[in-house]
């Protein structure tokens, strides 16, 4: 049967979105300060940076791209940037998939600007809406408009403190990346055996690293983890 727009919708369930995403602010507010931070570094204008956070919106692969920026944007350079960024980027093809349920109904002019802000934390809060109950779009939104707000107001910040501040590892903004993600597993943690292809790409990251430096071991980690993934999810 199909959703009809006054299930769709509900003010209840957009300010209960809005709470969920309460706790989130902490760790979103530290990882756009330290966005904000590392285009002041590169010397982007606040402008530029302000334009990104808003076009892209997109908090890991922003901090990957601006920590990997070539001092000279060679072809080489820019498809090598582009690789990495979309292989951390890659995540959002699940994510929206496991939305489609929710979104599927929606005319065109509502799906895309609701799939521009998608991100991890309104994702979890989402999912939690679909099992129990509610307006998952309502939620959605109500969580996603916190987070819009909350990333722009402290990327900005962060670009005005990083610039005034010199180098944001002093601050240590530069771990702020490994520690959001590392916080993201827990609410993914589905029992030991699931967590093999987390500690499969985990180790062939650090392995490339070592080995060889730059930033291609977010790659090879990636295509270790799925492809462990694969044979785990083929035997179950």
């Known amino acids: ?25 902490p760790g979103l507010i530290a990882f756009a300060l330290a966005v904000g931070a590392a285009a002041a570094a590169k010397g982007l204008s606040l ?12 908090g890991a692969s922003q901090l990957v791209a601006l920590e990997v920026w070539p ?11 582009a690789l990495v960024v979309a292989t951390v980027n890659a995540r959002i093809l699940l994510i929206t998939a496991a939305l489609q349920p929710t979104f599927r109904d929606l005319p065109a002019w509502q799906l895309y600007p609701l799939l521009h802000i998608t ?7 989402t999912m939690r809406a679909q099992r129990d109950g509610g307006s998952p779009l ?3 939104l109500g969580a996603s408009l916190v987070l819009v707000v909350a990333w722009m107001t402290a990327s900005t910040a962060g670009y005005l403190f990083g610039a005034l501040a010199g180098d944001p590892r002093r601050f240590g903004l530069d771990l702020v990346m490994p520690i959001f993600f590392a916080t ?12 093999i292809p987390w500690i499969a790409a985990g180790a062939v990251a650090v392995a490339v690293q070592q080995l060889f430096g730059g930033w291609y071991f977010v790659v090879a980690g990636a295509i270790a983890g799925c492809a462990i993934a694969g044979f785990i999810d083929d035997s179950d």
Request: no cysteine; hydrophobic share 55%; proline share 4%.
């Open 47 to 58: 402008l530029n940076s302000v334009l990104m956070n808003a076009l892209v919106f997109a």
């Open 138 to 140: 309502s939620i959605f």
């Open 184 to 195: 993201m597993l827990v609410p993914l943690w589905r029992g030991a055996r699931k967590a």
């Open 71 to 81: 001092e000279r944007l060679t072809i080489g350079a820019i498809a090598g940037l």
């Open 1 to 25: 049967m199909k959703t009809t727009k006054s299930d769709q919708w509900s003010r209840a369930d957009l300010e209960l979105g809005a709470r969920l995403a309460l706790p989130v602010l």
């Open 119 to 125: 991100t991890d934390p309104a994702w979890l809060i």
